[in-house]
C-alpha cells in the first residue's frame, strides 16, 4: 500500500493508470453487466439474476473478453446484440459511482495539499475510459487531474503518449513518478526514463 510520506519528496508530478490502480476496473464492469442483463430481460424474457451471475462468474473465470460470447452460446443470443453489449461499455449510465481505492483515494488527496501534478494516462477505449472517469467520485479531485487517452496516438507500452505530457506539461523525468499495475505500465516508464512504482 503506498503512502504519499514513502515517496520522495522530490517528486513534483505523478503519473496513474485507472484501471485496476485508482479503482477496481469490475466496479464499472459488473454495472454494465447489471444493465446489459435488464435489457436482455426487457426485450428476450431472460432473467435477469441468471444473467447477471453468468457474466460475473465468466470474468472472474476467463476475462471480460469472454463475457458475451458466453452470454450468447449459453442462450442462442443474436449476434446483433453484441452491438448493445459493447456500445453500454462506453455509454452507461452506471446506477452507482465508481468508488476509489480508500488508500489511493488518500494517496491523491495528500499530492493536492503538497500542490503537485495529478496526470492520467489510460489505455483501452477512450470512450470508456471517459465514461468511467465521468461516473468516479472523485470527492473533488477531478479539477486536480489532467486526463490523456493513450489510444489516441499509441497505447502503452508505447512511451508516445508519456513523451507528449512530458513536453507539454515542461516536466523532468527524474521528478516525474508513473505509478501502474501491470507490466505494460512498467515497460513504458522503462521506456520514458521514468521511475516506477507498481501496486
Known amino acids: ?22 479503482f477496481p476496473e469490475k466496479e464499472y464492469l459488473y454495472q454494465v453487466y447489471y444493465l446489459f442483463a435488464g435489457f436482455l430481460e426487457y426485450t428476450e424474457l431472460l432473467d435477469a439474476k441468471v444473467l447477471v451471475n453468468l457474466m460475473v462468474q465468466t470474468h472472474e473465470k476467463e476475462g471480460a473478453w469472454a463475457v458475451f460470447d458466453t452470454l450468447k452460446e449459453r442462450f442462442k443470443l443474436d449476434e446483433k446484440y453484441r452491438f448493445n453489449f459493447e456500445h453500454l461499455h462506453t455509454a452507461a449510465q452506471p446506477p452507482l459511482n465508481i468508488l476509489l481505492y480508500p488508500h489511493m ?8 495539499v503538497d500542490r503537485k501534478q495529478i496526470f492520467i494516462v489510460t489505455n483501452g477505449n477512450p470512450q470508456q475510459q471517459l465514461n468511467k472517469i465521468k461516473h468516479t467520485d472523485w470527492q ?3 479539477q486536480y487531474l489532467t486526463c490523456y487517452f493513450a489510444n489516441e496516438i499509441a497505447a502503452k507500452p508505447e512511451p508516445d503518449m508519456v513523451h507528449l505530457l512530458l513536453n507539454k506539461h515542461q516536466l523532468q523525468r527524474r521528478n516525474t513518478l508513473m505509478i501502474g499495475a501491470t507490466d505494460t505500465d512498467k515497460l513504458c516508464a522503462e521506456a520514458c526514463g521514468l521511475d516506477y512504482l507498481g501496486v
Open 1 to 22: 500500500m503506498i503512502k504519499y510520506s514513502d515517496i520522495d519528496p522530490r517528486i513534483q508530478a505523478f503519473i496513474f493508470e485507472l484501471d485496476n490502480v485508482l
Open 105 to 112: 483515494l488518500t494517496l491523491l488527496q495528500d499530492i493536492v
Open 140 to 142: 473533488g479531485l477531478e
